[in-house]
Each structure stands twice: as C-alpha cells, then as structure tokens.
C-alpha cells in the first residue's frame, strides 16, 4: 500500500488535477471534435477534397509546434515567475512570446506562400488502382492555403495570451473562448461547405473561411478578457506601456527556450517527413490516415492536458521551492495519465471500425483507417507516459535534454526506419505504422530514467529580479 501511495493521490489532489487539467481536457476536445466534423463534412464532398486539406493542415502543423515550442521557454519562466509571486517577471515573459510569435507567423506565411505547392506535392503518390487525381487534390489544397494563411496571425497572438493566462493559474476563460469559437466555426462550416441557408457553397474554401473566422473570435474573447481583468491578471496592467525586456532575462530565456523551439520544429517536421514516407504507399494511405488521426487526437486529449497540467502545477510548486512536493505531485501525474489512457485507449479500439462508417469513402480507405485506429489505441499508454515524461523535464528547465530526447530520436531513429521500410521493403503500411510507433518505447525507458533521477528539480527563478 506504501508503494501504491506514490502513484495514487488523495481526493484533494484529484480536485486540483481537474480544476487545471478538465477546462483544458474540454477545450481541446472540444476543438478536435469540431475538427473531426469538419473532417467528415468535407469527406462528405469528396476524398480529393479530404485529402487536400490533410496535406495542408500537415505543413500547418509543423508551423503550430514551432510556436508551441517558442512559447515554452519563456512559458517555464512564466510559471515559475508567478509561482514566486513576481508578477513583472511574467509580464517580461509574455513580451518575450509576443516578439518571438509574430516573427514565426510572418515567416510561417512567406514560406507557404512561396513554397506550397512544392511541399504539397511530396505527398502525392498515385498508386495503381488508386480513384483519387493527385491533380485535383493539389488544387483543393491550394485553395484551402490560401485562406489559412490568414488565419495564422489571429492564432499567434491568442496562444500568446492563452498560454499566458493558464501558466497564472486560469484555465477557464481559455476554454470558454475556445467553446466560442469551435462553436462559430461549426456553424459557419455547415453553411460554407454546403451553401446552406442562401450562403454560397464554397466546399473546401468555405471551411478554411470559416476556421479563419473562429480564431479571430477566439483571439478577441481571451484578449479582451484579459485586459478587464487586470486585479486577477497583473501581468496585463500597463502590458504595452513600455515593450522593454531586461536582455539578461531575455539571454536566459533564450538559452532555455532555443532548444525548445528547434526541437517542435524538428519534431514536427520529422513528423510530416514520417507521414510523407506513409504516402508513397498511395493516396488511400493519405485518406486513411488523415480519418484516423481526427479520432485518435479526439482521444488524446487527456493526455495531453495532463502534460500541461505537469507544466503548471509542476512548475508552480519549483517556482515556489517546494521541490519534494513537486517530486511528489508529478509522479502522480504520470501515473493518472498513463492509467487513463488504457481506459482510453481500449474504448477506441472497440469502436474504430464504426467511426470510417461517417465518411463518403471507398472502402480500401475505410479499411486502412480502422487498422491505423487500433494501432493508435493500443499504443496509447506509451504516448501518455512519454508525453508526461518529456513535460516533466521540460517544466524543470532540461531543455537540451528534452531535445535529444524528442526530436533528435525522431530525426535520427524513427525516421531513418521510416525510410528503410517505405523504401526497400515491400512492408504494408499498417506494420509500417506499427513498427514505428513501438519505437516509441525506447523514449518511454529514457523518459523513465532520466524523470527518475530528478535532474529537473529546480528553481530557476530563485534569484532573478523584475
């Protein structure tokens, strides 16, 4: 029972646990539902169309964790900042994204712009038999881009607020305004894709107009939010009165925050190489795992939101030199997540061959994506436990660590495997996608050790000044 009691806390801990983790649960499941009809409304108007926008929203992704990246250096300073109660600390950390968000989202645009088509066409692989035009599916692509691009410059300034609030302890208000907006872009999707109501029917355009429009909305409420409420957010008083940010702290961020951002964007372009390597099975791979990545990311919200309850509560408690206790409360952490995700990850495995059922497609990709959806349910468990593990030592400032441990492995593991399967052997892409995936379980025994050790464990806010 001594044992049992590392990794199970009591009904107190457990309230805490849901009062970070459950707004942020609900927000991102909430987006990834909406996400996922968005994926069937537009299935439902053909697999050229589903496809195309899968490409893009695959090099979109590799944008997305650039910024997540950037956002968390300065992000483990602003936790632990307002753990310590310095409030001028956490407002230099929020210029510090800002300044570095706007820089990404303009040089996320000028190479889109620029180079779309190109990393477009790298997915697209016609096999033998296959009904889908790689022809076309470029087209939609590139029409879905073009109005995407737009919708960056709303999504960078309202992570920068999002992530801001949430390392101060509020999780609410993020998640309302996301509701918000997954609620606008819904509706107008209905209305956009199909020309319902007198709208014009503008299919994939309709939907990457109407996502525009959420996140404009979405921007707005967490912007506005902040800034009327000064008293509980401080770092908001006199915010733009001065843009000065002390270089020693801004030195010291970078030195944290770099490998951090090199490392999301390794990541996920290891990440769209490895799906790229997927696809020269053909465009039914490409169809196929685009269905199943929709539900798999619809389940995977509770681990993730334990990773960011990691980063906050774990965060705080360094902040606030309670380092025993933070031992204490990630350990637990670790544990709920990875626990939670057999539950999980059994019940998607149950149901993955109905979910294919909802989309206007032929059955050769229905197959494929049931298959990729119970590999991704039975490999849940590891995704908890190394996501966790990784947020463990990212909190605690072992940023050159996580690196080495995230995207150098893809880069230098996962994705040279990849190759050798997609390129000399004539293995299917479900063992392919398995294989690859139980590579993860040598990150899980590093992860294992090196959170073990307890390396992490420190203030690094002890001694800095506002």
């Known amino acids: 029972m001594r044992e049992m009691s590392k990794f199970i806390g009591d009904r107190k801990f457990y309230g805490k646990v849901m009062k970070v983790a459950v707004p942020i649960m609900i927000q991102n499941g909430i987006t990834n539902f909406v996400s996922l009809l968005d994926n069937i409304m537009i299935g439902q108007v053909g697999t050229e169309q589903m496809s195309g926008v899968a490409i893009v929203n695959q090099l979109l992704f590799v944008l997305y964790l650039g910024i997540f990246g950037a956002l968390a250096g300065p992000g483990i300073y602003g936790a632990q900042f307002y753990g310590?109660?310095?409030?001028?600390?956490?407002?230099?950390?929020?210029?510090?994204?800002?300044?570095?968000?706007?820089?990404?989202?303009?040089?996320?645009?000028?190479?889109?712009?620029?180079?779309?088509?190109?990393?477009?066409?790298?997915?697209?692989?016609?096999?033998?038999?296959?009904?889908?035009?790689?022809?076309?599916?470029?087209?939609?692509?590139?029409?879905?881009?073009?109005?995407?691009?737009?919708?960056?410059?709303?999504?960078?300034?309202?992570?920068?607020?999002?992530?801001?609030?949430?390392?101060?302890?509020?999780?609410?208000?993020?998640?309302?305004?996301?509701?918000?907006?997954?609620?606008?872009?819904?509706?107008?999707?209905?209305?956009?894709?199909?020309?319902?109501?007198?709208?014009?029917?503008?299919?994939?355009v309709g939907a990457a107009i109407a996502t525009v429009i959420s996140r404009f909305v979405q921007m707005l409420v967490v912007v506005v939010w902040t800034h009327r409420h000064t008293i509980k957010m401080k770092f908001a008083s006199g915010l733009y009165k001065s843009f000065k940010l002390p270089g020693e702290l801004a030195w010291k961020i970078t030195v944290k925050g770099m490998p951090l951002m090199v490392n999301e964007l390794l990541w996920s372009a290891g990440m769209a190489f490895l799906n790229q390597c997927y696809s020269k099975h053909g465009l039914d791979s490409v169809a196929g795992l685009n269905i199943a990545s929709t539900f798999i990311n619809l389940f995977n919200v509770v681990f993730i939101a334990m990773g960011s309850a990691v980063a906050i509560m774990v965060g705080q408690l360094l902040g606030a030199g309670e380092l025993e206790e933070a031992r204490d409360t990630d350990t637990k952490l670790i544990a709920f997540s990875v626990m939670s995700c057999f539950v999980l990850g059994a019940l998607l495995f149950a149901l993955a061959p109905a979910f294919p059922q909802f989309y206007n497609c032929e059955d050769s990709v229905k197959e494929l994506a049931t298959g990729f959806l119970r590999i991704g349910a039975a490999c849940m468990p590891i995704y908890a436990f190394m996501h966790a593990t990784y947020f463990t030592l990212r909190t605690g400032g072992k940023t050159f660590i996580t690196f080495l441990f995230d995207s150098v492995f893809l880069m230098c593991v996962s994705l040279p495997v990849a190759i050798v399967l997609s390129n000399l052997t004539g293995m299917s892409v479900l063992v392919m996608y398995l294989c690859i995936q139980l590579i993860d379980v040598i990150k899980c025994i590093i992860g294992f050790i090196l959170v073990k050790k307890g390396l992490w464990i420190q203030n690094l806010v002890k001694e800095e000044k506002a």
Request: aromatic share 10%; charged share 15%; with cysteine.
């Open 84 to 204: 310590s109660g310095n409030h001028e600390g956490v407002k230099h950390a929020f210029r510090y994204k800002l300044y570095i968000c706007i820089g990404l989202v303009l040089l996320g645009i000028l190479v889109l712009s620029t180079f779309g088509d190109n990393l477009m066409l790298l997915y697209l692989h016609e096999e033998e038999g296959s009904v889908q035009s790689a022809e076309m599916v470029l087209g939609y692509g590139r029409e879905y881009l073009g109005v995407m691009l737009i919708g960056l410059i709303p999504y960078g300034i309202e992570v920068v607020y999002t992530s801001t609030v949430r390392e101060c302890g509020e999780t609410r208000v993020p998640m309302v305004a996301g509701l918000i907006a997954v609620g606008v872009n819904l509706c107008l999707n209905y209305l956009l894709i199909f020309g319902k109501f007198g709208f014009p029917e503008l299919g994939v």
